[in-house]
């Protein structure tokens, strides 16, 4: 698609409404034009566009010409010194690379454990024992690039925290399966800090209920204490995805 000579990409992204203007901002800010927009019952679909940069067609000649140029360098210079492959000793089999100053063959790491026989990998992590999750659930953009870091850093680890449900639908069609945002703190559809956390297509079994009382429904604005296994992030809708492990209501 072209506009006076100008060639175009383009890109649409949902966010959670109410807070479109954030993620307006955020894109335009990385060079994105705002074109239009369409609302959901639970996301809005912003669209953007800009123009595709221009391939440097003499650039790529050039630096193709100078890979050519060390090909035939390299060649010649592996034909005049291909004799001197027979003076070599004898390759070393991968039992002796192992072997260290000393005769010892080299060990394996193990991973480090806590002081409870615990390794890091099994550790839940908690604001009490973990900056990066102290800090993650601070942020005060939900589009924050820090929470696609933590998200990568952390995959599959398992994260412990307080939050609350901000917005829960029906999952498609489904009457019992639900799409259930979560975040930090205890303030629900008014929450401002903390990523937005998802558990997607879910019903109330499979947020694993614990604690004295445990209801037959959870709803908007309901306190919860998560333990959640973390899934990926995904930056154009800005929304990270947890697979609960046990849910408390608070």
């Not at 995959?155 to 639908?169: K, L, N, Q």
């Not at 306190?223 to 609960?244: I, S």
Request: a negative charge.
């Amino acid at each position: 698609m072209a506009d006076d000579g100008v060639r175009y990409e383009f890109k649409s992204v949902q966010a959670i409404r109410g807070i479109e203007a954030r993620s307006i901002a955020k894109w335009q800010k990385a060079g994105w034009e705002f074109v239009d927009q369409s609302q959901g019952t639970l996301r809005t679909t912003l669209n953007f566009r800009r123009p595709k940069p221009k391939v440097p067609w003499v650039l790529i000649a050039v630096a193709a010409g100078v890979v050519l140029l060390l090909a035939i360098v390299g060649g010649i210079a592996g034909a005049l010194g291909g004799g001197d492959d027979k003076d070599r000793g004898p390759a070393k089999s991968p039992s002796e690379a192992t072997v260290v100053a000393g005769g010892k063959p080299s060990e394996t790491p193990k991973p480090a454990e806590s002081a409870s026989g615990e390794s890091d990998a099994d550790q839940v992590l908690t604001v009490e024992n973990s900056k990066d999750l102290a800090a993650l659930l601070a942020v005060r953009d939900y589009c924050d690039e820090t929470i696609g870091t933590f998200a990568a850093k952390h995959e599959d680890r398992t994260i412990e925290f307080d939050g609350s449900i901000s917005s829960m639908s029906n999952h498609g069609d489904y009457k019992t399966r639900y799409d259930i945002l979560v975040h930090p703190g205890d303030k629900g559809p008014k929450s401002v800090a903390g990523p937005a956390f998802k558990f997607e297509d879910v019903n109330v079994s499979d947020l694993h209920l614990t604690g004295a009382n445990i209801p037959d429904s959870v709803g908007t604005g309901d306190l919860l204490h998560v333990v959640a296994r973390v899934g990926k992030y995904n930056p154009d809708q800005c929304l990270f995805f947890l697979e609960p492990v046990s849910t408390r209501i608070r």
